[in-house]
């Protein structure tokens, strides 16, 4: 079964960074999506950044492009979402989620196309 767990988040203030981890497991191809989603209070969810785990295959949401960088560590099947010049924009819980490497160029505007979730870890950018 593949399970997803999220680390990293917390508190901090416009313009600092943080490093979120997504550590995966159970993974039983070669080759999967997975991908960064977050839910602001009030607001639908956003699909954030995406990567592929054998070709590293990266997409970002306007929002986040040039702010975010998405990384996957295959010897740790970690996923990591560095994010730097944080706003309190982008204050919300922020969620990993696995699919199919086929869903690659749709699936941050598809979430439905995830087949795995992990618990979410919230992330508050202070003005």
């Known amino acids: 079964e593949v399970q997803l767990v999220e680390s990293g988040g917390g508190l901090v203030q416009a313009g600092e960074s943080l490093r979120l981890s997504c550590a995966a497991s159970?993974?039983?191809?070669?080759?999967?999506?997975i991908a960064w989603f977050r839910r602001a209070p009030g607001k639908e969810r956003e699909g954030v950044s995406s990567i592929t785990t054998s070709e590293h295959v990266t997409y970002y949401a306007d929002s986040v492009k040039g702010r975010f960088t998405i990384s996957y560590d295959n010897a740790k099947n970690t996923m990591y979402l560095q994010m730097n010049s944080l706003k309190p924009e982008d204050t919300a819980v922020y969620y990993c989620?696995?699919?199919?490497?086929?869903?690659?160029?749709?699936?941050?505007?598809?979430?439905?196309?995830?087949?795995?979730w992990g618990q979410g870890t919230q992330v508050t950018v202070s003005s």
């Open positions: 159970g993974f039983t191809y070669d080759d999967y999506t």
């Open positions: 989620a696995a699919g199919s490497r086929r869903w690659m160029r749709v699936l941050l505007s598809a979430p439905n196309r995830a087949d795995y």
